[in-house]
């Protein structure tokens, strides 16, 4: 194998898993599961079957990531943290055919206990405060908080929070330049 698997891990046969990942105590990876390289997942983590995972992702422990959610490259989740998949289910009423896609870009980073109410998007480096509850796209470099989720700020890709200025806006800590405007926060080319 070309990863690392705890014992007590059920990883289902057809799961695609890259080279370096580590799969901890009591996880359990669905077969349609697709998983890149240098992945994490901590204890109690569930993946679902139609989940696409990219490299360098870290879940922590009691994540579920359910059918339809998608993780692109240097994702973070948070212990905890919960992602949906249907709107508005039902015990009674089967809905498997109304899943909403949820889709985390590159480097957004997701607090322990958040919840992302499916069907929206959250942009690259974005970074959803510790309990906060997603109900709407998130842009990139967003600081997400609060329930329902608002902007606060802006979030350099290194993690430092940037000022809220329009303009031009270094980060305190690299040094990398935004542009930013009342609603938008880009590199500076």
């Known amino acids: 194998m070309p990863y690392d698997s705890h014992p ?9 898993i890259g080279a370096g990942t580590r799969v901890w105590h009591w996880v359990h990876i669905c077969s349609g599961a697709r998983i890149g390289e240098r992945c994490s997942f901590g204890q109690n ?9 990219g ?17 692109e490259d240097d994702v973070f989740c ?8 249907v709107n508005n289910p039902r015990s009674a009423v089967s809905r498997k055919n109304e899943y909403r ?3 985390v870009r590159r480097g957004a ?8 109410v499916c069907g929206h998007e959250i942009g690259e480096y974005a970074f959803v405060g510790a309990g906060a509850v997603v109900t709407k796209d998130v ?14 700020g802006w979030m350099c890709r290194c993690g430092v929070r940037l000022g ?4 031009e806006v270094a980060c305190p800590e690299c040094n990398t330049k935004y542009q930013i405007t009342p609603t938008t926060c880009t590199p500076a080319n």
Do not use: C, K
């Open 8 to 16: 007590t891990a059920i990883v289902d046969e057809g799961a695609q």
């Open 109 to 116: 980073s997701i607090g322990a206990n958040a919840t992302i």
């Open 55 to 71: 490299n360098n992702v870290r879940v922590q422990n009691n994540v579920s990531i359910y059918d339809a959610v998608t993780l």
């Open 164 to 167: 809220d200025a329009a303009g």
């Open 78 to 85: 948070g212990p905890s943290m919960v992602f949906t998949n």
């Open 139 to 152: 842009p990139a470099y967003a600081l997400m908080v609060g329930t329902p989720a608002r902007r606060i």
């Open 45 to 53: 983590v569930f993946v679902g079957n139609d989940v696409v995972i």
């Open 101 to 103: 896609r949820t889709l």
